[in-house]
Every structure is written in structure tokens, then in C-alpha cells.
């Protein structure tokens, strides 16, 4: 209990530069969005769904090719995005080739819609400062 206490005082009490740290963090809330999409910040994981955002769908080999990555790194990340609904992968053969299509779901476009809006006001609280 006295852990507690002592962690409620040290919230209240004023930062280092003269702060109080209960108003800078209530400002933060204010112009920034809760939570950042940690699935879509991943560096590839964003190509990816970036790529598909402004194409009706991609080929393996074309978000292959366009990220500059491997079979087995590009396989993850798809995976991981598909996990979480954020894209549909289709399989078929072209002959005897198989062949592997991306499309970005409704819920993968409005994911990126909120990281991207998110962005923006951490840019627009950055430059406010």
C-alpha cells in the first residue's frame, strides 16, 4: 500500500524542467491518438500494406521485387498481416506455376488509415513544440 502512495505522490509532483507532468501528459492525449499499430509500424509490414493501399492487389513476386526483400522475410510479414485480417491472400497456378495474390482488406485500409492519421499528429505536436 505504501508503494502506492508513494507512486501516486511522485505522478503529482512537478517534473525536473518545472512541469507538471499530469498537464503534459493530459496535452498528449489531447493531440495525440492512444496507440500507435505496432503490427503496421514494422518497416515492411507498412510496405506492404502501403503498396497494396494504392493497387487493387500484388503478386508475390511484384511486393517481392518492389520491397527489395527475400521469399522467406516478405512470407512472414504477409503472414503476420494476414493473421490480423489486414490482407487476403489468394493461391492459384498459372500453368503448372503456383501463384500467390495480396489484396488489402476493409480492415487493413482502415488500420492504415488510423496509423497514418496517427502520424500526422505526432508531426503536427512535434512541430507545435
Not at 491518438?33 to 506492404?48: F, K, Q, V
Not at 503448372?96 to 495480396?102: A, C, D, F, H, S
Request: charged letters at 30%.
Amino acid at each position: 500500500m505504501a508503494k502506492t502512495g508513494a507512486l501516486a505522490q511522485a505522478r503529482t509532483q512537478k517534473g525536473r524542467a518545472g512541469h507538471d507532468l499530469r498537464s503534459v501528459r493530459g496535452h498528449a492525449q489531447e493531440s495525440v491518438p492512444p496507440a500507435l499499430d505496432r503490427l503496421i509500424h514494422e518497416r515492411m509490414r507498412l510496405g506492404i500494406v502501403s503498396a497494396l493501399a494504392v493497387n487493387d492487389w500484388l503478386t508475390f513476386n511484384e511486393l517481392k521485387a518492389l520491397l527489395k526483400t527475400t521469399d522467406g522475410n516478405l512470407s512472414v510479414h504477409a503472414r503476420k498481416l494476414e493473421e490480423a485480417a489486414y490482407i487476403a491472400c489468394s493461391k492459384s497456378f498459372d500453368g503448372r506455376l503456383p501463384k500467390t495474390e495480396y489484396r488489402l482488406t476493409a480492415a487493413g485500409r482502415k488500420a492504415l488509415e488510423r496509423y497514418l492519421d496517427h502520424m500526422e499528429a505526432l508531426i503536427r505536436a512535434t512541430r507545435e513544440r
